[in-house]
Antibody
């Protein structure tokens, strides 16, 4: 049974870098796309970006200049860095696995989420 | 402002049927499949429907999906109290080269 667990600071100061890691257990990180999706308090879901197990990435155009994702297949985890954080980046951050069934992609496993607050 | 448009709320009584709409454009729903996610209070989203109308194992057949043109819809029949949740549609957007979500619909079972 695949499980994802987000970890990282719950409080980040404005202008600093938000850093999170998602550890995958119960399955291999290889062969899949791995995404970060965030949800501001009381609001909807926003795709932040994905990283393929090979290292290829795609980021939300609205965040692209500030986002960096990396992956460590030997340790079965992947990471998110979001620079120059502002209060608008305050959100629950979820990591999720994107799977493909007969060529159709969707998120089949999600972490429980971690709340990151940007505040001084 | 979300790329996909959903009604913010919907409500119906137990046992009845409710439909949630999701409107997009030619760069997302018009050319790609739609997925639906259910988010129960205080939990992570869970996939409810993929490829417009395919249910993952474990999802009851009370849930059904459809797509036509640049719109999609999720229908829930035989409503139960445990269906109270937020529902999100999602699709890949070829112009943005990324996933886009609807703003979510909060379903209340009266």
């Amino acid at each position: 049974h695949v499980q994802l667990q987000e970890s990282g600071p719950g409080l980040v100061k404005p202008s600093e870098t938000l850093s999170l890691t998602c550890t995958v257990s119960g399955g291999s990180i290889s062969g899949y796309y791995w995404s970060w999706i965030r949800q501001p308090p009381g609001k909807g879901l926003e795709w932040v970006g994905y990283i393929y197990y090979s290292g290829n990435t795609a980021y939300n155009p609205s965040l692209k200049s500030r986002v960096t994702m990396s992956i460590d297949t030997s340790r079965n985890h992947f990471s998110l860095r979001l620079s120059s954080a502002t209060a608008a980046d305050t959100a629950m951050y979820y990591c999720a696995r994107e799977t493909a069934v007969a060529g159709n992609h969707f998120y089949d496993y999600w972490g429980q989420g971690t709340l990151v607050t940007v505040s001084s | 402002q979300s790329v996909l448009t959903q009604p913010p709320s919907a409500s119906e009584t137990p046992g009845q049927r409710v439909t949630i709409s999701c409107s997009g454009s030619s760069s997302n729903i018009g050319i790609n499949n739609v997925n639906w996610y259910q988010q129960l209070p205080g939990t992570a989203p869970k996939v409810l429907m993929y490829r417009n109308n395919q249910r993952p194992s474990g999802v009851p057949d009370r849930f059904s999906g459809s797509k036509s043109g640049t719109s999609a819809s999720l229908a829930i029949s035989g409503l139960q109290s445990e269906d109270e949740a937020d529902y999100y549609c999602a699709a890949w957007d070829d112009s943005l080269n990324g996933w886009v979500f609807g703003g979510g619909t909060k379903l209340t079972v009266l």
